[in-house]
């Protein structure tokens, strides 16, 4: 919260012109919370802690499938509570309701999208990942492709990709809430909910973060629930929303402009394909390249389904993610609306100077809509649990970020300089490796509070509409067509990465202009959509692709067993050919599933016979880094081929194939129908 604002006191908007603002609704960094909200944050705050060391302590630490893929244990309802809690980050929280405030409906289309990507990567790719037996995205195109350049290359773009748009935004998001509901310091706020997040992703891996995402998710959809019910019972339910919205004007304007005024499309999903500021052909064709890569492609959310104990269950874990990705439409885009509804002259502040003094950006303050609605309508003890919503929100995309950016940092950079590394080395390794994402993640606050786009949602849309593109393409050839070859992959993912820059490099250079200012972007940033753009990077660099893979000599038929989709059923014979290094991360998961039974979640404290006795410091280290005290049990050949196919079997039983085919057509179904419905 700014100081200038804090000054006029909460009636205020910043210019002269008294608003009818209830006085509890922005509590200043002299007012503290009522005694239930810091109750219910505490217990919030303790029972995370608390389910998080539960699922360490029963998890399997010690082993790469255990860390890393929960041991391949996950059953469907903590998949797909993960996939969108994973997703439904706090910047999503305020961005969404941001571009809501601004816009409308049409931004919710990002989220109903989802559902199909979902459907996508249950049914077409995660079976090819399994079958293939990896861990990492990287580790997929370096089987399909051979080489080392792609690999390193998709890790390193990965990691960049991650502090980018989801780290850094998340920090920035959950941090402006923190200080406008709490009036924290904003680095005091940020550092302790990175603390606390780092230490049971650290200490628990994949199985601790699946756990405490469902949770969170729990509370997250009960709690914005809560707070949706109370905004529309405020503005008089969806017809008051209607009305009360295309009315939200702010009292003081910019002359000659029409920026204050509402969207008349606002209630619309598709917009006009030229003026419309989501182009209905961009929000269908263009978004889909960028979730196929979020839903379809990233780390992030793969290693959830990759984590499933069968593929019924990874598929069960898409489908329960599929109709969670609906509501957010309802709990986060139309609460976005009712907060410029009810506050027109902070959310939807256009003079420059005015929003300033409110929020600190001059092109807008509609990303304080979510916050705004949080401190003013939610009554105390609720207030508290809307605020553990948030942090909910933040800790459980952090975690999810952390602990996919530490798998790929550690089996895919790592081991290509440490070829023959131990895995209690690639365990260490990758916990270390959170610990430096948080000290990057602190240092990068400052540049995300002076580069304060109007929009949170749209500098994170457009920047993966850069970089993203590419990296779509290149994964639907290497499932769909055996054609493509390691050449061709790489100079098409260098050619897509070379113009998403040039795209990117002139975005930063102009800004978007404040309400009143001339427009100087060059033609290429004002009329032409991001979303288009997405769309023609990702043909132009499949183009190049199958150019130059057609110049290059195919891959032999025999080397693509079991790599895309058409060869997914080959006999794992085939596979056993690879070269023992390129499946350290199927082979190494041996030790999670070995004959020892617990694979690591042995009690560390317990000695071996004769064994020198270990100081507490030593105990306390060797736990954290999920280190055992028990030898590592060799498998003979004939146990590791058995325990390699059980880890790539993507055999169904008839029965839950066909409970999930039912449910996929059902969601498809209601998913048709909201589109229909809100066109």
Same mark, same amino acid.
């Given at each position: ?68 893929? !929960? ?15 994973? &997703? ?53 195109? @370096? ?37 406008? !509901? ?13 603390? %606390? ?36 019972? /405020? %503005? ?124 600190? !950006? ?6 304080? !809509? ?49 070829? &023959? ?60 067509? @055996?054609?493509?070859? /390691? ?89 056993? @050919? ?53 030898? /590592? ?5 004939? /146990? ?20 999930? &085919? ?9 998913? %048709? ?7």
């Amino acid at each position: 919260m700014s100081p200038e604002l804090a000054a006029m006191g909460p009636g205020a908007s910043g210019n002269g012109v008294s608003t009818t603002i209830v006085p509890r609704s922005a509590p200043g960094p002299g007012v503290s919370l009522h005694a239930y909200d810091i109750a219910v944050l505490v217990v919030y705050f303790v029972f995370v802690i608390g389910v998080g060391v539960w699922s360490s302590i029963r998890a399997s630490r010690g082993t790469i499938g255990g860390y890393f893929l !929960a041991g391949r244990s996950m059953s469907w309802w903590p998949i797909g509570a993960s996939l969108m809690s994973s &997703n439904v980050g706090s910047g999503l929280f305020i961005g969404l309701a941001g571009t809501g405030a601004a816009g409308g409906l049409a931004v919710g289309g990002f989220e109903w999208n989802a559902t199909w990507l979902l459907l996508a990567l249950g049914w077409i790719f995660v079976p090819v990942y399994i079958a293939a037996g990896v861990v990492t995205m990287p580790q997929y195109l @370096k089987k399909r492709f051979g080489g080392q350049r792609i690999q390193v290359y998709m890790s390193v773009l990965s990691l960049i990709l991650y502090i980018f748009t989801k780290i850094s935004t998340d920090i920035f998001s959950g941090a402006l809430f923190i200080q406008m !509901a709490l009036g924290w310091n904003l680095y005091l706020s940020t550092v302790t909910l990175l603390v %606390v997040t780092a230490v049971y992703t650290i200490t628990g891996g994949l199985t601790a973060v699946i756990y405490t995402d469902t949770l969170q998710t729990v509370i997250m959809v009960g709690g914005a629930l809560v707070l949706m019910f109370l905004g529309f019972q /405020e %503005v008089g339910w969806y017809p008051g929303l209607e009305e009360r919205y295309s009315q939200a004007l702010p009292n003081v304007t910019v002359p000659n402009t029409s920026c204050h005024l509402p969207r008349p499309d606002a209630f619309h999903m598709l917009r006009d394909p030229v003026r419309g500021d989501l182009p209905w052909p961009g929000l269908i064709f263009g978004l889909t390249v960028l979730a196929t890569w979020c839903w379809c492609t990233d780390q992030v959310i793969v290693q959830r389904s990759l984590s499933a104990k069968s593929l019924s269950h990874a598929k069960g874990g898409s489908v329960l993610g599929g109709y969670l990705k609906i509501l957010p439409m309802f709990f986060i885009v139309m609460p976005g609306m009712i907060s410029r509804a009810l506050y027109p002259d902070e959310v939807g502040c256009v003079d420059p100077d005015v929003c300033q003094a409110i929020c600190g !950006a001059r092109v807008g303050c509609s990303n304080i !809509a979510y916050p705004k609605l949080v401190m003013a309508l939610m009554p105390v003890g609720l207030r508290g649990l809307m605020i553990a919503v948030i942090m909910a929100a933040l800790m459980s995309s952090l975690t999810s970020i952390f602990n996919s950016s530490s798998t790929l940092f550690a089996i895919d950079v790592w081991q290509r300089f440490r070829r &023959n590394a131990t895995e209690q080395e690639l365990m260490v390794v990758g916990r270390v490796f959170v610990v430096v994402l948080v000290v990057v993640s602190i240092l990068w606050i400052p540049i995300i509070q002076s580069s304060n786009s109007g929009q949170l949602f749209d500098y994170i849309q457009s920047v993966t509409s850069y970089l993203a593109p590419p990296i779509t393409a290149l994964f639907l050839l290497a499932i769909f067509c @055996k054609r493509v070859t /390691e050449p061709g992959a790489f100079w098409g993912l260098l050619f897509g990465l070379v113009v998403g820059l040039l795209r990117m490099i002139l975005e930063f250079c102009y800004s978007a202009p404040a309400c009143g200012e001339e427009d100087r972007r060059p033609a290429v940033l004002k009329d032409f959509h991001y979303l288009y753009f997405a769309l023609l990077l990702c043909g132009l660099t499949a183009i190049v692709i199958v150019a130059v893979s057609l110049c290059t000599a195919p891959i032999p038929e025999e080397k693509l067993a079991r790599l895309t989709w058409w060869t997914r059923h080959c006999p794992c014979s085939e596979l056993e @050919k690879e070269p023992p290094e390129s499946t350290v991360g199927t082979a190494q998961m041996a030790s999670g599933e070995g004959p020892t039974g617990a694979g690591g979640a042995e009690d560390p404290s317990r000695e071996q016979p004769g064994a020198p006795r270990r100081s507490w410091g030593q105990w306390l280290w060797r736990w954290l880094c999920g280190i055992s005290g028990a030898p /590592e049990q060799a498998l003979s050949p004939a /146990e590791k081929a058995a325990l390699e196919q059980k880890l790539t079997s993507i055999a169904e039983e008839p029965l839950w194939r066909s409970v999930c &085919n039912i449910n996929a057509v059902l969601l498809l179904a209601v998913n %048709v129908f909201l589109w229909g419905y809100f066109a």
